[in-house]
Structures are given as C-alpha cells and as structure tokens.
C-alpha cells in the first residue's frame, strides 16, 4: 500500500499532466490573436511541464 503523501504525489502528477494537456490542446488555440494571452499560456506549459518532470522524478524515488 501506498503512503498518503506518494498518492498525493501521484494525484498532484495527474492534475498537471491534464491541465498542460488543456493547455496544448485548447487554451493556446482559442487565445490566438491576443499575443499576450498566448505568451501567458506557454509560460505555463513550459511551467506545467516542469512541475511533471519534478513530480515524476520523485515518485521514481518513492516507488523503487
């Protein structure tokens, strides 16, 4: 059985992983034409990624 704070990890990863899918997939197309929104939405994809490489990196750890 997992501890509490490894399923947090895990829950935490799949919230980012589909917020940064959001991302890709709808939010950076439907703000073209306002270059300022676009540039917000991929500062959080590059964000959103980083903070999916994080938590990927310690479940790695916790899951040996």
């Known amino acids: 059985m997992l501890s509490d704070h ?3 990890l895990m829950t935490q990863l ?3 992983s589909q917020s ?3 991302i890709k997939n709808t ?6 034409g306002c270059e ?3 540039k917000f939405w991929e500062k ?3 964000d959103k990624q980083a903070h999916i490489d994080e938590l990927t990196e310690l ?3 916790h899951l040996k």
């Open 6 to 8: 490894v399923y947090d």
């Open 14 to 16: 799949v919230e980012e």
């Open 20 to 22: 940064l899918w959001r």
């Open 27 to 32: 939010y950076k197309t439907d703000s073209v």
């Open 36 to 38: 300022k929104c676009l």
């Open 44 to 46: 959080m994809e590059k």
């Open 59 to 61: 479940l790695k750890n």
